[in-house]
């Protein structure tokens, strides 16, 4: 019977409920559970199963740089930061809304970690993520519109739930690669969310994109509906060296 059974679940590919049924008929079997409840713990843990495995699908796919959560963030060393505000963009109704995120603030402030956590809690929850910086996608732009393809590489990018652009701003856009990042920040207007960091302050993304006009026009797209988050402190990278110095001081001071 129980052979015929996992032939059965393996038809309907519930792997899950197939791997724990030996275990779980046994634990069952002493204690009084109804048909109901015993159907709605298998059936619990095969979607628990199921959106495991496409969040680490989405996760692989997305391009991040690194996995890194919230829990990994320290915001004791960032105090210009809103912890609650990033702990509230977490339940993602951004997404939901198509709100778009942008991180400003000075290289290794931590802009791109929580870019990518949120991005991780994205994927956790079953939504299309993909990470890009600035440059590298310019250049994939570019090249698809060299090789006429333009207009899918636009419609494949548009389509992500969530897309983050990072590094706007430590490296110059020409003009067509102004136009082509506006085309793709029009087609996800008010349809998909986006999350940018950048170390420009808005009113410098003119020379960034060497075209106020385009500039003025991708700022209106993105700031439009957006939670803007501004960090100022000191970088991450030298935070070993903070504490080191500050480690030496009080030894010197003793």
Not at 18 to 43: A, G, M, R, V, W
Not at 90 to 109: A, D, M, R
Not at 156 to 163: D, F, M, R, S, T
Not at 215 to 241: E, M, P, Q
Request: with cysteine.
């Amino acid at each position: 019977m129980i052979e015929e059974l996992n032939k059965k679940l393996e038809i309907l590919e519930l792997d899950k409920i197939k791997e724990i049924l030996p275990d779980y008929i046994h634990k069952t079997s002493k204690d009084n559970l109804t048909l109901t409840e015993q159907l709605n713990y298998l059936t619990a843990e095969e979607i628990n199963y199921k959106d495991s495995r496409a969040a680490e699908g989405i996760i692989k796919a997305a391009n991040f740089p690194f996995k890194k959560t919230l829990e990994d963030y320290d915001f004791s060393f960032q105090p210009s930061l809103s912890e609650n505000q990033i702990r509230e963009l977490s339940n993602l109704s951004f997404i939901k809304n198509h709100e778009n995120i942008i991180f400003i603030g000075n290289p290794g402030v931590g802009k791109t970690h929580l870019a990518v956590s949120l991005g991780i809690e994205a994927a956790k929850h079953r939504n299309s993520v993909y990470f890009i910086t600035c440059h590298n996608l310019m250049t994939k732009l570019n090249k698809a519109q060299k090789e006429n393809r333009l207009d899918k590489q636009l419609q494949h990018l548009a389509q992500y739930k969530l897309l983050i652009i990072d590094e706007i701003g430590y490296l110059p856009v020409d003009h067509q690669g102004s136009n082509l990042l506006f085309q793709l920040i029009a087609k996800r207007y008010m349809t998909k969310s986006t999350i940018v960091t950048t170390n420009m302050p808005f009113s410098r993304w003119g020379e960034v994109f060497s075209d106020n006009t385009l500039a003025s026009a991708v700022l209106d797209r993105l700031l439009h509906y957006s939670h803007i988050i501004r960090i100022t402190g000191n970088s991450y990278r030298i935070k070993d060296k903070i504490v080191e110095s500050d480690s030496r001081t009080n030894e010197y001071n003793e």
